[in-house]
């Protein structure tokens, strides 16, 4: 894996990550999402390329420069879709809505679309700039939904 939680910190905020049972539970969502994301980036033979080589203790530096120029985009796919599955809670009864106590709740729809939107540009960029001569293995600009602008209203 390329991001851990603490990355929620700044900018990308997921509240109260600090603490070990809100950690686990973005971890998870790290390692649902992250090689999902890696492979519609990168393609599913560099994706799995740069996977296997990255864990590696020792391995070439374009894998480090790889996971540096990925690493914000990967952190706000996983940012909206963690906040995209968090904002009910699933009871025995159906979802609901969390009740905030001494505070009044809001949507956080403006900040994961922002997040979002703000990953498409980014995944656009990297697209164009990539070195294909250093990564011959890049599948290229697939279709796919990291390329499309999102609005609150799901359209």
């Known amino acids: 894996m390329i991001i851990t939680p603490d990355i929620f910190e700044v900018g990308l905020t997921i509240g109260q990550v600090e603490k070990p049972a809100v950690a686990a539970r973005v971890q998870w ?4 999402h992250e090689p999902v994301y890696l492979r519609k980036l990168l393609g599913r033979k560099l994706a799995r390329l740069f996977q296997d080589e990255y864990a590696k203790t020792e391995h070439e530096a374009k894998w480090d420069t790889l996971a540096d ?5 990967v952190a706000r796919y996983v940012y909206y879709h963690y906040h995209r599955k968090n904002e ?7 979802e609901e809505m969390a009740q905030a106590q001494n505070a009044e ?14 990953m498409v540009e980014m ?5 164009q700039d990539i070195d294909r001569t250093v990564y011959p293995e890049y599948g290229g600009y697939v279709i ?12």
Do not use: H, P, Q
Request: glycine share 6%; proline share 0%.
């Open 69 to 73: 120029d990925v690493r914000k985009m």
């Open 144 to 155: 796919s939904d990291i390329y499309n602008f999102k609005n609150t209203f799901g359209i």
């Open 29 to 32: 969502y790290i390692n649902e």
């Open 88 to 94: 009910t809670i699933t009871t025995g009864t159906g």
């Open 123 to 127: 995944n656009l960029e990297f697209c």
């Open 105 to 118: 709740r809001t949507t956080i729809a403006y900040k994961v679309v922002d997040a979002w939107n703000e």
